[in-house]
T-cell receptor, first 111, second 114 residues
Framework: QKEVEQNSGPLSVPEGAIASLNCTYS??????FFWYRQYSGKSPELIMS????GDKEDGRFTAQLNKASQYVSLLIRDSQPSDSATYLC???????????FGTGTRLKVLA | DGGITQSPKYLFRKEGQNVTLSCEQN?????MYWYRQDPGQGLRLIYY???????QKGDIAEGYSVSREKKESFPLTVTSAQKNPTAFYLC?????????????FGPGTRLTVL
């Protein structure tokens, strides 16, 4: 069973701080990795995608991928109360090409 | 505007009824997916379709059925055989199912059994 693991949180950070969200995955052949943000009662929206080892930056968001350690992370700089949401890590698995989602990390940014 | 639409937003089902959830996309995507989300849990794959007239069972297909007669449409029927259907249902699509394809979601349908 291919799995994606996330700490459920809540992760609480003060406004303006860096929030660090982590995800591990079991399918070593996976090639595509995604972070989604989901507000309560809403559908997930794509924040970042990453395919190569290293860092990828987009505004206040940085995704980090380490395929050797099977680890993906998302950093949110200058966290804002509007960033308070559940962040889902998703992996496009090899073979059947299904997306596997983690259970999400709930982030609270305290004003 | 390109996107994915789901209807209805809220749906109530009586015991023993079949109900159909609509999903339409105008993104010209080949692949479409149905997920179920329960409170505090991740997304679980019900069915997916990589091309018109073809679909595969996901991890929790029992009690559900789908069709893919048109590229833009992937309706999900929740049958009376699904014993615990109350959940948030999400439809998604991607240009295809091969890496690095990104998946996008519709707004969801919240189904409640009365």
């Amino acid at each position: 069973q291919k799995e994606v693991e996330q700490n459920s949180g809540p992760l609480s950070v003060p406004e303006g701080a860096i929030a660090s969200l982590n995800c591990t995955y079991s399918d070593r052949g996976s090639q595509s990795f995604f972070w989604y943000r989901q507000y309560s009662g809403k559908s997930p929206e794509l924040i970042m995608s990453i395919y190569s080892n290293g860092d990828k930056e987009d505004g206040r968001f940085t995704a980090q991928l380490n395929k050797a350690s099977q680890y993906v992370s998302l950093l949110i700089r200058d966290s804002q109360p509007s960033d308070s949401a559940t962040y889902l890590c998703a992996v496009l698995t090899s073979g059947t090409y299904k997306y596997i989602f983690g259970t999400g990390t709930r982030l609270k940014v305290l004003a | 505007d390109g996107g994915i639409t789901q209807s209805p937003k809220y749906l109530f089902r009586k015991e023993g009824q079949n109900v159909t959830l609509s999903c339409e996309q105008n993104l010209n995507h080949d692949a479409m997916y149905w997920y179920r989300q329960d409170p505090g849990q991740g997304l679980r794959l019900i069915y997916y379709s990589q091309i018109v007239n073809d679909f595969q069972k996901g991890d929790i297909a029992e009690g559900y059925s789908v069709s893919r007669e048109k590229k833009e449409s992937f309706p999900l029927t929740v049958t009376s055989a699904q014993k615990n259907p109350t959940a948030f249902y999400l439809c998604a699509s991607s240009i295809d199912s091969r890496p690095p394809s990104t998946q996008y979601f519709g707004p969801g349908t919240r189904l409640t059994v009365l």
